[in-house]
């Protein structure tokens, strides 16, 4: 099976489920989200089943819920990803560690310090999902009363991603010597000063550490906007995708991949893992039973909270037992909006129903024994709408160990997964080229290396 | 000897040797100070010496050295202490780490946050060793032309503080109840929103993970100007001095425990930890004369500008081989001055001499036998001049493994140092008591826990 087409796998670990009641579950660890043993363990179990990455999401704040629906989220405390990577580095050897960090309220030359310094740790193993930060109440954990508009955020993030990669290109492979005969322990001429004056940051460099493993860090990105599409064709190596059905997850990955022609760049270079919730069971039925018993462990307060901001509008004050009434038209994202009107219509569901839905997962499950959720998952590969997942677990450890057992071993006999990792770098792993340096390109032993774009 | 003060040790380990040649040493691994597998093993050694913590200092940049001192530099490229900290909390149990991180260019949320999580990662093992920056390079990675002066730095370093350990006391210890049939994670009235508007931050809070397991990280200063001293008289629990005779030595500690009771503090409440350099030999004369053959591997390169530096005054253009001349006052720190040209009137050093002393470490060394090294630090203790020091190695590994495998056990048969670790915490191993929380007095259980400073 090496000539065809093989997923890639991403677990997404932070929080440890999506699914507000999941740490409710009778067979769940409730503080999961924030159990180093247990997420060491985790991690390693991920890794003996092969898979690419450890992916953390972030927030850089307690989201601002009413104190109903607070008191009820596992997610309020919860470990900073870089420090959270970082000791998983030192125990484990070849899963990549995808860190989340915001271009919004941090400095270039500390983000791209830190993932250099994790690249250097794990031995080429980080990931930069890079993400603008639209809550408000964290902007105000930063000094700002007001959020920056999408616009500014955008213009900001791609300033960053400039000077982040530009910062990790200061030293020339070969840079350091370490001739201690002579000596000489890095050659100034093979270091570059980035001297980077933009709209948002000065930045004078060089970074007071070594190119990365990889070069750089693996270019995660998961925004789905025309701006973050457009984004992602020109700078992204990952994009996971939030598409919640088959047909729209193959427009989504043609459209992305269509750009990367005319913007120069191999489709090939850009894997699209669309995130996916997973249940499995011995029969469909009993996978299907286990969701619903998981989604009613979801708390009203919780629930209700979720739909209100799905849909961009307060519906806690009606009656949980009637029907949705017509929503009006907000700010609110449309399309999860759309997905929860349409789903009230076409099963009927009450508000408390509905309620439960949204605070569960509302977008792309497989739910299923291993051999159906191995043909969902084949389908969208051979589609093409996908390279492959990030993994959406339900309750923990046991949501993430039955995919482990019963599913991996069904997409390795299909020839769908690997048995084991070919490469050492998360970048191998995914089939991604190491990138050049800008500043010294590849070149004769007679190169000069000061070739600057 | 349980009744007897003994040592607390730190382990200086970025960089891992001080000394400018040590890199070049016949049995030195040249890339020590970037080699991960090694410091974990280093770590792990001095973890069984019972060593109180490992500590990292820290640049924000790459010294602006000239390049023909910048090349023979093994410091150029190095570890970030958060991420090298946290891989090395995964791969040990009980040695304390410190941080360095400095409050001139960074957010105090996110520093807030990262020790929080290096603390819950480590089982309550992180120390913050807080600095301003006053190196003009590093300014400019973050967009700064000039340099903050003095006065302006300690302002806001101090109100730095207050904004993290506020943060830290965003949650009660009790906070998190995980009643999973009730479906209630947290209890939101033992949540504290800090809102701090002050001269340099406006942070809203709280900070979104639990109360670090030591209540706050151990606090650590190495200041030891007026204000530096009069900050760590109010703050600081570990300070880590730079005195360089048993005199001054004895004057510092004096002085500074002198201060805490008029600001109703406990002397016992900090420990003062000289930085030492520990070469060790089979005799004094043989430890004299490997100190002679390290400091013989300091290039005059390295030497003259790390010379040039202590005196503020350029003194490459002098004639190596000819005597100091005299040098005109500047704004450099004048006790490195003075201890320079002191240093060439009493040996009559000629400048080439006094580069390699320089370049090679200038303060307080122990050089000789494990036992005249231990009858040393045992007059420090018992003057009182100290509560322990903060070791800098020569060569790496053998410098350190030298002291491990004899000064400590000398220092354990005689009582002044510990066999075996009988606390988990940094705080347990210094003897320091676990703060309050300023928000939520420890209290009955009908306190009501909002009892805001």
Redo the contacts between chains.
């Keep these: 099976m090496t000539a065809s087409r093989q997923l890639h796998l991403g677990a997404f670990m932070r929080p440890v489920s999506i699914h507000t ?1 999941a ?4 067979d ?1 660890v ?2 999961a989200n ?1 159990n ?1 043993p247990l997420l ?1 363990r985790l991690a390693q179990r991920l890794e003996a089943a092969c898979f690419d990455a450890f992916f953390m999401a972030d ?4 989201l601002n819920l009413p ?1 109903q629906a ?5 997610t ?5 990803p ?3 990577l ?6 484990t050897e070849r899963i990549g560690l995808v860190a989340t960090a915001s271009t919004s ?3 270039p ?2 983000v791209a ?2 993932f ?3 690249d ?2 794990s031995g080429g193993r980080a990931g930069w999902n890079i993400v603008t930060t639209a809550n408000p ?1 964290s902007a ?4 700002y ?1 007001e959020q920056p508009d999408h616009a500014a955020r955008y213009r900001r993030a791609r300033e960053f991603y400039d000077v982040v990669t530009g910062l990790w290109d ?2 020339a492979d070969d840079a ?1 010597i ?1 001739d ?2 002579e ?6 001429d093979r ?1 570059h000063v980035l001297d980077h004056r933009g709209e948002h ?10 190119r990365p493993v990889q070069g750089w860090p693996v270019i995660v990105q998961a925004g789905s906007s025309e701006p973050g599409r457009q984004l992602a064709a020109e700078t992204a190596e990952v994009v996971f995708a939030a598409e919640a059905t088959l047909e729209s997850g193959r427009r989504f990955y043609a459209d992305v991949k269509g750009r990367m022609p005319a913007l120069g760049r191999d489709p090939d270079g850009l894997k699209i893992l669309p995130a996916a919730f997973v249940v499995v069971g011995d029969s469909v039925e009993d996978a299907r039973e286990k969701r619903r018993r998981l989604d009613a ?1 979801v ?1 009203y307060d ?1 629930g209700i909270h979720s739909l209100s901001g799905m849909l961009g509008h307060d519906v806690s004050g009606y009656d949980p037992d009637g029907p949705l009434p017509p929503i009006p038209d907000t700010n609110a994202s449309k399309s999860g909006r759309e997905r929860m009107v349409t789903l009230a219509r076409d099963e009927n569901l009450s508000i408390r129903q509905l309620a439960a839905r949204a605070g569960s997962y509302g977008g792309l499950a497989f739910v299923g024994t291993a051999e159906t959720i191995a043909d969902e998952m084949e389908r969208w590969l051979t589609e093409p709408a996908c390279d492959g997942f990030n993994l959406m677990f339900p309750h923990i450890p046991g949501g993430l160990e039955e995919f482990v057992d019963r599913v991996i071993p069904e997409l390795q006999r299909r020839g769908l997964f690997r048995r084991r990792y070919e490469g050492t770098t998360l970048r191998e792993h995914l089939g991604l080229p190491r990138p050049g340096n800008r500043f010294f390109p590849a070149s004769g032993p007679d190169g000069t290396g000061t070739g600057a774009v």
């Design positions: 009641g740490w409710r579950h009778p769940a409730p503080d924030f180093f060491r927030h850089l704040g307690v104190p607070l008191k009820r989220s596992h309020v405390t919860s470990f900073e870089f420090t959270l970082s000791a998983l580095a030192g125990a309220f941090e400095e030359f500390h310090r830190r250099a310094s994790l250097h740790l109440d105000l954990n930063f000094g009363e200061s030293f350091f370490r201690a005969g000596g000489i322990y890095v050659d100034p270091m940051f000065r930045v004078r460099g060089p970074l007071n550490i070594a462990l708390h919780s």
